[in-house]
């Protein structure tokens, strides 16, 4: 059973900084494509940036530029680095293979940007 556990979330001013980690229980999980996805209330989930196996790193437009994935196959772990965090940025945040597996989103993190 692969299992994701997010961690890292909190309470920040806007302009701030999170670093999200993400540890993965799958054996396999460095030959997957793996992305950050958040989820908003009212709003659908969405992926806001993916990393392949060899590192190479997609963003949504709205992310681009302000967050920063990587991963270390080593640990099974993936990190989403995010800066100049803005209000719109809060949301539920998970990780999940990229396309996800619908069968495997974990209890995700809380991301909140307020002043």
């Known amino acids: 059973q692969v299992q994701f556990v997010e961690s890292g979330g909190g309470l920040v001013q806007p302009g701030g900084s999170l670093r999200l980690s993400c540890a993965a229980s799958d054996s396999t999980f460095s030959i997957f494509t793996m992305g950050w996805y958040r989820q908003a209330p009212g709003k659908q989930r969405e992926l806001v940036a993916a990393?392949?196996?060899?590192?190479?790193?997609n963003y949504a437009a709205s992310v681009k530029g302000r967050f920063t994935i990587s991963r270390d196959n080593a640990k099974n772990t993936v990190y989403l680095q995010m800066n100049i965090l803005k209000p719109e940025d809060t949301a539920r945040y998970y990780c999940?293979?990229?396309?996800?597996?619908?069968?495997?989103w974990g209890p995700g993190t809380q991301v909140t940007v307020s002043s």
């Open positions: 990393i392949v196996s060899g590192g190479d790193t």
């Open positions: 999940n293979r990229a396309p996800a597996y619908e069968q495997y």
